[in-house]
């Protein structure tokens, strides 16, 4: 903190010192309330037309979730698919696979934050809000996937009639603490980088009643530096906190399989492979919402080019873990010797009834994304988004191939069976996107999508030793438009 | 309010500056008078600023370290307690006494953080008593350019070395654009 108090009228800053420039995560010289009106403009603004496009069918969809769930308690866990051997259908597929997709907002905030990544403050907010509405998503899930919905508090640890305790030493009861801390604490995370633009947006607020709700959640917040001391120490921990948190939450669920002897899952890659596979979902995600939002928005100049080309690098480096991954799981099947480890991968891709998905699951997640080795291709948009397109049918596939495949091909053959969803699991799968698109999509219409105060704090004249700020005011004067 | 004058108490001064390096030097001439009851309110924290503000380090750190630990022991008191004392659980081959631990790690994980977070939020509404609706500042309207562009500075009349002229020369000389007084809000 010392080497930030010096005067620097001696010394070069550096931002302006000699060699390879870093590319601005501003462009066009914006100023400060430019961003405030740009971003608040959002939520202060009528909608395009386009939201209601989107909004309308996705509280249609939510609304056959909830039908779904309805039918599905009334009736009874039957109406779906699932059998034996394959009592893990589609639930749980569609848990771990909307899990990994609520990876990546924790992940840019804490892990990108401890890292000094400034590009981040472009894309933590709406990132966090993606993570959250996916949790809620996944949670839907295991919830109703333990058949009797109301009996769900028995995974609490509280004293009941029966002083039955839950068995601490079963992998599914760390998942409802992992995943349970998880969206509790990335609540948490998203609502303190909340508090100051919630302030920003009570402070424009014209009407009443938003005055009193913004001002409400803004807890009387007054920007001075007593205060964003505690606050900036507060974020910092809090990051420090998410950091092993969120690479925990993906290696526990990674436990509900790892842990047991079945073939095809009793392996100690699945950790890192799980972590690396939600990373790389959670990216593509993010861009698949982020890329929209930014050209409806007219957000350009603070989700640059540069922003989407660094997480397409994130995209490429983690999928390509992914692929290690998978390579391994062959190489350890045939390595180990073990005849039910080689045979679960032998029915997995070469004779079983799901070879396809394993195909189709090896293409969108390793071989898609190599594109973006291109600098060209990392920066052309439709070409990204056609990619994360795949990355995101790519990870579901993955989870449906292990899932699937592994429970269809036990130790006996007497024991084989196959899985097809029924009506019911694909009219919620739907209702869960439904849900999930509403949510962001309310998301936009009421809170900043961009961390206003974040971005303010990359400006170039942010930094109090920025020799230059009388230049740049001078040059920005009457382009601000 | 004593009643003898018809105008309110000043809650105090408070000052626009035009830039961030502007607030950042007024701040360290502010703090070298000796101010004590002051702040800097500004749109983004500042880096350097707690620095030319004379302010330590926060101590939140030390209230989430023991939110943490409370955190990770009722973990290990819980899973023990049910686990080996209350109901043992013989299943998957696995002990329950002592050796089990290792079983225990990822709930004594997982809570460790979760009351960590929990101290983090709690801590900072502590510290920084919020919420607060209502504050005098909020009726000035300079003062709440800090949530757009402004960078605002202010002075309490509270602080014992606060005078109507002299802090407002004060302000003025350390470069304050506007310089505007508070009413206290009585």
Known sequence: MAKGTTDSNQTVHPSEAPGVKRESLILNNRSMSWITDRICGIVENRQPFIWWVLFVPAVLLAACLGYTLVYLVSTGVGVWGNNQPVAWGWAIVNFVFWIGIGHAGTLISAILFLTRQKWRTSVNRAAEAMTLFAVVCAGIYPGFHVGRFWMVWFLAPVPNSNEIWQNFKSPLLWDVFAVSTYFTVSVIFWYIGLIPDLATLRDRATSKVRKFLYGLFALGWRGGNRA?????????????????????????????????????????????????GAVFGGFAMVLTLMIPVRSLYGLQDMF??????????????????????YIMELFMAYFSGSKYEGDAFYLRIVNGPYTWA??????????????FWFDKARRTLWLVFIVVMFVNAGMWFERFVIITTTLARDFLPGQWGYYSPT????LMFAGTFGLFMS??????????????????????????????????????????? | MKGTTNSKPAYGYVAEFESASAIYHAAEKVRDAGFK??????????????HAMGLKKSWLSALVLAGGATGGLTAL?????????LYPTVVQGKPT??????????????????????????????????????????????????????????????????????????????????????????
Not at chain 2, 38 to 47: A, G, K, M, Q, R
């Open chain 1, 228 to 276: 964003w001391k505690h606050y900036e120490m507060g974020y910092l921990l809090l990051a420090a906190l998410s950091t092993p948190l969120v690479l925990s939450v993906h290696s526990v669920v990674s436990f509900d399989f790892a842990t047991s002897i079945v073939p095809g899952w009793h392996t100690t890659i699945f950790p890192p492979y799980f972590v690396a």
């Open chain 1, 304 to 325: 640059t080019l540069k922003h989407i080309d660094n997480m397409a690098k994130i995209i490429l480096l983690t999928g390509t873990i992914v692929g290690y991954a």
């Open chain 1, 358 to 371: 394993y195909f189709c699951m090896f293409f969108c997640n390793v071989i898609a994304p190599q594109i």
């Open chain 1, 423 to 426: 009506w019911v699991e694909w």
């Open chain 1, 439 to 481: 949510l962001f999509l309310l998301f936009i219409r009421f809170l900043p999508v961009i961390a206003i105060s974040e971005v303010k704090g990359v400006l170039p004249e942010s930094d109090a030793h920025y020799p230059d700020w009388q230049k740049l005011k001078k040059g920005r004067a009457g382009a601000d438009a």
């Open chain 2, 37 to 50: 009851r002051w702040d800097v309110h500004t749109p983004y924290p500042i880096h350097g600023m707690d």
């Open chain 2, 77 to 85: 008191f819980l899973q023990f307690f049910t686990q080996v004392t």
């Open chain 2, 97 to 186: 006494d002592f050796s089990t631990l290792p079983a225990f790690f990822p709930v004594i994980f997982e809570l460790t953080i979760l009351i960590a977070a929990f101290a983090v939020l709690g801590g900072l509404l502590v510290i920084l008593m919020l919420p607060r609706l209502n504050h005098p500042l909020f009726n000035s309207k300079t003062f709440l350019k800090f949530s757009d562009d402004g960078f605002i500075m202010s002075i309490e009349a509270r602080d014992p070395k606060f005078s109507r002229e002299k802090t407002k020369e004060l302000l003025e000389s350390v470069g304050a654009k506007v310089v505007e007084l508070v009413e206290e809000e009585v």
